[in-house]
């Protein structure tokens, strides 16, 4: 069964850094783009970062300059630092996997979503 576990969530002061990881795991192979994702109360989930397989990264206009995504492909690893948190960057970020191949399932999956990891900034 493939599972993307997400840690480092917690409780931080403004101005302060989390680190958030994400590891994909269930015998999968070829991951194509990474990202993180947020939702924070009564608003949609939005894009926060993404990376591809050639380490291509892209950013909201929110969080540029103080986020840093990058992965760690013998792992099936990626991570989120978060810098300069603000009370606003508060949310359950969500960690994605657009596709990959499963040896279990002999095919592609697509969309994968871990359970998500709680961000709270505030004093």
């Known amino acids: 069964q493939v599972q993307l576990v997400e840690s480092g969530g917690g409780l931080v002061q403004p101005g302060g850094s989390l680190r958030l990881s994400c590891a994909a795991s269930?015998?999968?192979?070829?991951?194509?783009?990474m990202g993180w994702y947020r939702q924070a109360p009564g608003k949609e989930r939005e894009l926060v970062s993404t990376?591809?397989?050639?380490?291509?990264?892209n950013y909201a206009d929110s969080v540029k300059g103080r986020f840093t995504i990058s992965r760690d492909n013998a792992k099936n690893t990626v991570f989120l630092q978060m810098n300069s948190l603000k009370p606003e960057d508060t949310a359950v970020y969500y960690c994605?996997?657009?596709?990959?191949?499963?040896?279990?399932?002999?095919?592609?999956?697509?969309?994968?979503w871990g359970q998500g990891t709680q961000v709270t900034v505030s004093s």
């Open positions: 994605n996997v657009d596709q990959a191949y499963s040896f279990t399932y002999s095919g592609n999956l697509y969309d994968l």
């Open positions: 269930g015998s999968i192979v070829n991951i194509q783009t």
């Open positions: 990376v591809n397989s050639r380490g291509r990264t």
